[in-house]
Nanobody
Framework: QVQVEESGGDLVQPGGSLKLSCTAS????????MAWYRQAPGKQRELVAM???????KYADSVKGRFTISVDVAKKTAYLEMNDLKPEDTADYYC?????????????WGQGTQVTVSS
């Protein structure tokens, strides 16, 4: 089983920055994609940023130019650098990792890390 763990969530003022991390529990995996999603209270979970097929990235329109996803393949770790944070970025942020382990494809989610943007 491949587990995923996020960290880095915090309370930050509007205009501030945070960097989230997400690490897969196993080193003997092939990663196809790593992505960040978020879910605000009363709203559906939405894609924030994804990296797949190597360096290809995809971002939600609401975070383009402010958030950057990066992946350290050797460490099986994804990062989400968030700048110019806004109150509407407040949400639980979840990491998703898709890949292959022991010849089988997997799709794993972390438990989430909370980001609150407030003055």
């Amino acid at each position: 089983q491949v587990q995923v763990e996020e960290s880095g969530g915090d309370l930050v003022q509007p205009g501030g920055s945070l960097k989230l991390s997400c690490t897969a529990s196993r080193r003997d995996i092939i990663i196809f994609s790593m992505a960040w999603y978020r879910q605000a209270p009363g709203k559906q979970r939405e894609l924030v940023a994804m990296m797949y097929d190597g360096p290809t990235t995809k971002y939600a329109d609401s975070v383009k130019g402010r958030f950057t996803i990066s992946v350290d393949v050797a460490k099986k770790t994804a990062y989400l650098e968030m700048n110019d944070l806004k109150p509407e970025d407040t949400a639980d942020y979840y990491c998703n990792v898709g890949g292959q382990w022991l010849g089988r494809q997997f799709d794993s989610w972390g438990q989430g890390t909370q980001v609150t943007v407030s003055s």
